[in-house]
DNA sequence: GTCTATAATGAGATAGAC
DNA sequence: GTCTATCTCATTATAGAC
């Protein structure tokens, strides 16, 4: 580990960091298993941070910058319509909570975390803002392929879509029920299609 | 502290840990916190549980059992119309949020610290089935008070309800913009009042 | 600059006096 | 039955040898 740039070192840890809390959760991701992570010596935390939430800090600007955010744009092209195309990015989305739950509740786990520690309680807000701009991203996209355009502000539909997932992230992993996932997701498509232009059967 | 009934203890410590966990996170809610809020040494805490998460797991029951759960019935009754009281519903909600949001937060620690915690793992599945039970009550009294009848069953929408009300909040937790909340319930009141039989116009 | 060794703190749990 | 005093362990952070 000789001559490791400190600004390395820094997103090294910040990786492994998020690596430990998406697999055992934001509690689990102490300084010795983050380091442990990272093949790190426990003294290189502090030569990197000057404290444990310095670094979460890092770790939720990752999270911000998109790692590891998804390549759902294929789905919104190859679909035949814009209904089938978002309630296909819905599934997909679904299938990548299903695959990896830990990982989504870790999502939750840390935007919860920032929001109790003072130093840390405005990254949420950036967390979320970029959510909407990924999903708005899609919207337009979507729409944009398949002819129709949105009955109100992207903006303000993305918000709404992010609700909507968040909420049905949540509720399968409280219940675990695919069938009763697979429902919802069928409201929150007729409800986002409920504001295409051209009415609900673009 | 002479002479109280070890059930009453272990109730007595699970209303005071509510309280630590609403006020100040699942993580601030240690033994000495939780004796320090119902004025107990520190060793009746053992006396009364085996472990802390034992202890967890009683808080749960406490919120699963409707500790706190609201009133919101009269909202439904003084409304003119079932549109409104969905409205006035979801805004009721959301002021309870805004009054107290460590408490809302909390109850998302509490079932994201459960679903982590292997013994505790199958807990969140009852407390979400307790919240569709409530949304369920609620919209069975809405539509009959104003003559109307759900175009699916109310289970089903009840879920629903529930995505978007845990939704709705985490977006007002993380950004406290109160414009886009708002925006957020009124969308959530149109995509409910989709589901009416009469139409949408009820 | 880097890492071994350790300090300082606060946690959950318990032994044993009353 | 109840509680004081203590144990053991894991944590973050640092001092100081290389």
Redesign the pocket.
Known sequence: ??????AE?RTALARAALAVIARDGVA??????IVAEAG????????A?????ELLSDVIELVVAGEGSATFASLLLDAPDLRSAVRATFAAYLDLVRADPAREQAMFELTQHALRTPPLAGLPRRQYESYRNLIGKLLIAGASAHDTAWSLPVDELAGFVLALTDGITLSWLADRDDDAAERLLELATDAVMAHTLNGAHA
């Open positions: 580990m000789s001559r490791i740039p400190a070192r689990a991701a102490t300084t010795r298993a790190m010596p426990l003294a290189s935390f502090h030569y941070f000057t404290s444990r939430d």
